[in-house]
């Protein structure tokens, strides 16, 4: 039984993230969608929140129980060990992402030897997408439904209009 962590600050989860969660679907038997508390990073949706709205939209968009999905905020490769996962998953969009998650990865190979980093590619649709854009886009009053799922979409519209 393969398993593999797929850790990311999800804020919220975008389409890009369902892709690559779908890819990696297809070469491990159970991901663990692991949701990052970033202290560098101020997030729009609470933890609580994040979570519950990957759950909704993982019901609706791949309905199965091989995906699970936890909050963490610790040393990554620590929860790695924990859950008994041989491998982390990361998207890699463009080269911008490139220096950060070599940097990531190494590191995490450093302290864990056993734990091996993938990198997938989304498809080309996403690859200009992230989560602060979409947040954006929604604060500007532009569309996103071919961004994010329809949960997460009704979800950003009710913070956004909470906090107006
Ligand atoms: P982080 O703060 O850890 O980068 P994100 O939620 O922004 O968290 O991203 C989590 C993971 O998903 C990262 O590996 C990121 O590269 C990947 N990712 C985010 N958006 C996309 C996308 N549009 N296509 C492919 N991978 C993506």
């Not at 998207?91 to 302290?111: H, I, K, P, T």
Request: net charge neutral; hydrophobic share 45%; proline share 4%.
């Amino acid at each position: 039984m393969k398993r593999a962590l797929y850790p990311g600050t999800f804020d919220p989860i975008t389409n890009g993230h369902l892709d690559i969660l779908k890819r990696a679907l297809q070469l491990f038997d159970q991901i663990v969608v692991t949701v990052a508390v970033n202290p560098k990073k101020t997030p729009l949706f609470s933890m609580e929140e994040r979570i519950e709205l990957i759950q909704d939209v993982l019901k609706h968009e791949i309905g199965n129980n091989r995906v699970e999905v936890e909050g963490f905020g610790g040393l990554l490769i620590d929860f790695a060990r924990k859950k008994k996962a041989c491998a982390i998953i990361r998207g890699l969009r463009a080269v911008s992402d490139f220096e950060y998650e070599l940097q990531m990865a190494l590191m995490n190979r450093r302290l864990a030897d056993e734990v091996i980093t993938v990198f997938l590619m989304p498809h080309e649709n996403y690859s200009y997408l992230n989560s602060t854009i979409v947040k954006e886009v929604a604060r500007l009053g532009g569309d996103v439904s071919d961004f994010v799922p329809p949960q997460v979409k009704e979800a950003l519209l009710k913070k956004l209009n909470a906090s107006d």
